[in-house]
């Protein structure tokens, strides 16, 4: 961490006076980071995670190089047409983490507050908006996000598409399905469609968005079956990578490359050896940095993150023959648009599909919606006699961080889960 932070902080000396010089310094510690997952990587973590970190990285990096052919997007967009472009998707939570991973998110969070954005925007976006405005990441080539989920999405995207120039879609989700409102998603997916072709000069192929629909039924599939193993297998993991997972499931879903991972994911669990340990299900975003987080989930043979519900948004079979109709009804239905209680119902429901020993809920700093629901979510797992954690902290500002807080409650929680084993045997 030692050598990060050096590094991080001779970014941010260099950043404000020659921003572009930031950037390159930006893009050579990510292909150094490509080489070390390349083939410097713990060769104690599953191969299938392995592929997936190397995997996200080039692609971060590509994004980076080409930003004439990226396109920045919420991870609720319908990333299966652009993949149809040929472009690299790159969300704001994404980078922000990859800028984060850096030790160079406070000089962002700062530059961003400096230009009036609201302290108490999430950080996430905030990172986003003061390392682009800030001039050391350039701007893409286009930029889509949707209503639904986050308030602060739209703001950010817009203020990002207005003051650097760049073609913008935001997709109005109504918060519930019927007939009127899928036709209403799918005239807009038309004109989403319609601004890709004219930006990238390329015209949509419907085939090519079969295939990519198919192949995300495919992997959503094997990641159910997966998910149903892991109640008993031993499948090593880190925050990180928990993270990684969300890389997979939205921003490149319906790729050969997510299909090979997720498919690789399944065999290596099914041949993993058994697990006695404590499972959690993790709901919201993961403190990847967190000391106390870390120290028992990194590489652990005795505490392991089950499944995540970002990675469980949308659990339907998409009709491939409709794709635009299927992209709409998914995000239509997903679990985080419209009423909490349908997120809170859909959390207990997994809970009691997959059996994890607890379920803990991180709420966000700046995250409205995983602060407000968290009463709802603590009855609903009340009700099946779930054992239930909820933590405060930021998923990336190191400066919200409370350690000590954080040990003393996650302790207790798992002394809790103990205690309800042996009192189970």
Request: with cysteine; net charge negative; charged share 25%.
């Amino acid at each position: 961490m030692g050598a990060i932070q050096t590094y991080g902080n001779i970014i941010k000396k260099y950043a404000p006076d020659h921003p572009a010089a930031a950037f390159r310094m930006i893009r050579t510690g990510l292909a150094l980071e490509l080489f070390r997952t390349r083939h410097l990587a713990d060769r104690n973590l599953p191969a299938a995670y392995r592929y997936l970190n190397t995997y996200a990285v080039r692609e971060v990096l590509e994004a980076l190089r080409r930003p004439d052919r990226t396109v920045w997007a919420n991870i609720f967009a319908p990333v299966e047409i652009l993949q149809c472009f040929d472009v690299h998707t790159l969300s704001i939570e994404c980078l922000s983490s990859f800028l984060s991973g850096f030790t160079i998110e406070n000089y962002f969070l700062d530059y961003a507050e400096n230009e009036g954005i609201a302290p108490t925007l999430c950080s996430y976006h905030k990172n986003f908006i003061g390392a682009v405005d800030s001039g050391v990441i350039p701007p893409a080539a286009f930029s889509v996000t949707t209503s639904c989920i986050c308030d602060g999405n739209i703001n950010t995207f817009r203020h990002l598409s207005e003051r650097h120039r760049i073609p913008f879609v935001l997709l109005d989700i109504p918060d519930a399905w019927s007939p009127e409102a899928e036709a209403y998603v799918v005239s807009q997916l038309e004109e989403l469609t319609a601004a890709l072709e004219d930006t990238f000069h390329k015209k949509l192929d419907p085939a090519k968005l079969q295939e990519a629909l198919e192949r995300e039924n495919e992997s959503k599939a094997s990641y159910e079956r997966t998910l149903k193993m892991m109640r008993t297998k031993a499948y090593t993991s880190t925050l990180t990578l928990q993270m990684f997972l969300l890389f997979a499931n939205h921003l490149n879903i319906g790729t050969p490359q997510i299909l090979h991972f997720y498919q690789q994911m399944e065999k290596e669990v099914r041949e993993a050896p058994e697990f006695d340990g404590i499972n959690v299900f993790w709901v919201h975003l993961l403190p990847y940095y967190q000391e106390t987080l870390r120290s028992y989930f990194n590489t652990s043979d005795k505490y392991q993150i089950q499944g995540l519900d970002l990675s469980l948004d949308y659990r339907e079979k998409l009709d491939v023959s409709h794709p635009f109709s299927a992209l709409a009804r998914k995000m239509l239905c997903n679990i985080y648009n419209g009423s909490y209680e349908r997120k809170a119902s859909l959390v207990q429901k997994i809970a009691q599909d997959i059996c994890p020993d607890g379920v803990i809920n991180f709420c966000h700093w700046g995250c409205k919606q995983s602060s407000g629901g968290a009463m709802l979510l603590k009855e609903k797992m009340q009700q099946i006699d779930m054992p239930f954690l909820i933590l405060d902290g930021d998923g990336m500002d190191r400066r919200n961080s409370h350690d000590g807080q954080i040990r003393t409650r996650f302790e207790a929680f798992l002394e809790i889960i103990r205690q309800k084993k042996e009192n189970s045997l």
